[in-house]
């Protein structure tokens, strides 16, 4: 079984930048597709940004293109999420999650946007670690 555990959420200003880290544990020489994801009070929960293992272009929401970059270091089982000019609507609880490459090429034939689109197809989830964009 994989673990997922989070960190970095905090409160900061509009404009403002903070990097979340995901640590994965477990069953860790099995290789997933990481995912960030967040959900805002009354509201579904949304896949943020998406990336795979090997050479492949991550997906973005449209909402945060071009001001969150994601990452992974394998080596040390780390996927992070860094953010820059955040705004109010950012605020949200932030999920790390994976899923299996084998269930990501059966579910979503290879497609980073189409797995970011699923929620419901991810298979670990961390506990989520709170971001609040507030001045």
């Known amino acids: 079984q994989l673990q997922l555990a989070e960190s970095g959420g905090g409160v900061v200003q509009p404009g403002g930048s903070l990097q979340l880290s995901c640590k994965a544990s477990?069953?860790?020489?099995?290789?997933?597709?990481y995912g960030w994801f967040r959900q805002a009070p009354g509201k579904d929960r949304e896949g943020v940004s998406c990336?795979?293992?090997?050479?492949?272009?991550?997906y973005y929401a449209n909402s945060v293109r071009g001001r969150f970059t994601v990452s992974r270091d394998d080596a040390n089982h780390m996927v992070f999420l860094h953010m820059n000019n955040l705004k109010p609507a950012d605020t949200a609880v932030y999920y790390c999650?994976?899923?299996?490459?084998?269930?990501?090429?059966?579910?979503?034939?290879?497609?980073?946007?189409?797995?970011?689109?699923?929620?419901?197809?991810?298979?670990?989830w961390g506990q989520g670690t709170q971001v609040t964009v507030s001045s």
């Open positions: 999650a994976a899923i299996n490459v084998g269930s990501f090429w059966k579910r979503a034939q290879g497609s980073v946007q189409d797995i970011c689109t699923k929620t419901e197809e991810w298979e670990h």
């Open positions: 477990g069953s860790t020489n099995d290789l997933y597709v």
């Open positions: 990336i795979r293992n090997g050479d492949g272009r991550p």
